[in-house]
């Protein structure tokens, strides 16, 4: 992984390029977000883990890919209903903004789930929602670390700009809705 400026932004530009090219090759919608959450991991250099959350047709988070969270974890957060109160993912899909959670321990949103993340060494996370082009909230792209703290400016460009392009390749694997079954 390239460690200066200008390397990490041409790491970038590649893998957005990749993953345009699978969205107009029609490659499965789980490979091309798996893409995304593996490119967010490399460019932290292992300092976060990455996932993406859909919104299913009953407005449920499934995953849509979550390369290195475990399964169990997976199971656990699995048809998750999006609410402002709740962790992170599902408070940024229920409010389509961003949110930040520093301190798992000291967020009043991950009483119910703190075990969950804290169990494998997470410390924070954030989530940004994914929305398609008319505002609408298509899911979450959510960032987990092994430390206090919030994501860096350069992350948040990162999710970002990756959080777009999940939008399109959603938008374009199911036109009428997501649906991660």
Same mark, same amino acid.
């Given at each position: 992984? /390239?460690?200066?400026?200008?390397?990490? &932004?041409?790491?970038?530009?590649?893998?957005?390029? &990749?993953?345009?090219?699978?969205?107009?090759?029609?490659? /499965?919608?789980?490979?091309?977000?798996?893409?995304?959450?593996?490119?967010?991991?490399?460019?932290?250099?292992?300092?976060?883990?990455?996932?993406?959350?859909?919104?299913? &047709?009953?407005?449920?988070?499934?995953?849509?890919?979550?390369?290195?969270?475990?399964?169990?974890?997976?199971?656990?957060?699995?048809?998750?209903?999006?609410?402002?109160?709740?962790?992170?993912?599902?408070?940024?899909?229920?409010?389509?903004?961003?949110?930040?959670? /520093?301190?798992?321990?000291?967020?009043?949103?991950?009483?119910?789930?703190?075990?969950?993340?804290?169990?494998?060494?997470?410390?924070?996370?954030?989530?940004?929602?994914?929305?398609?082009?008319?505002?609408?909230?298509?899911?979450?792209?959510?960032?987990?670390?092994?430390?206090?703290?919030?994501?860096?400016?350069?992350?948040?460009?990162?999710?970002?700009?990756?959080?777009?392009?999940?939008?399109?390749?959603?938008?374009?694997?199911?036109?009428?809705?997501?649906?991660?079954?």
């Amino acid at each position: 992984m /390239p460690s200066t400026d200008e390397g990490r &932004r041409q790491y970038l530009e590649a893998a957005r390029e &990749r993953g345009l090219r699978m969205v107009a090759d029609g490659a /499965p919608l789980r490979n091309v977000l798996a893409h995304l959450a593996s490119t967010v991991e490399a460019l932290a250099q292992g300092r976060v883990v990455a996932s993406i959350l859909l919104l299913d &047709r009953e407005g449920l988070l499934r995953n849509g890919a979550s390369p290195n969270l475990p399964a169990d974890y997976l199971d656990a957060i699995d048809r998750l209903k999006p609410h402002p109160n709740l962790g992170t993912c599902a408070a940024a899909a229920a409010t389509g903004e961003v949110v930040l959670t /520093p301190d798992f321990t000291a967020d009043a949103r991950w009483a119910e789930l703190r075990h969950l993340p804290l169990a494998l060494g997470f410390a924070g996370a954030w989530s940004q929602p994914i929305k398609a082009g008319n505002g609408k909230v298509l899911g979450t792209f959510g960032t987990y670390f092994r430390e206090r703290r919030e994501p860096t400016a350069q992350e948040r460009e990162t999710v970002e700009m990756l959080a777009g392009l999940a939008a399109d390749a959603i938008t374009a694997a199911a036109p009428y809705g997501p649906s991660a079954s």
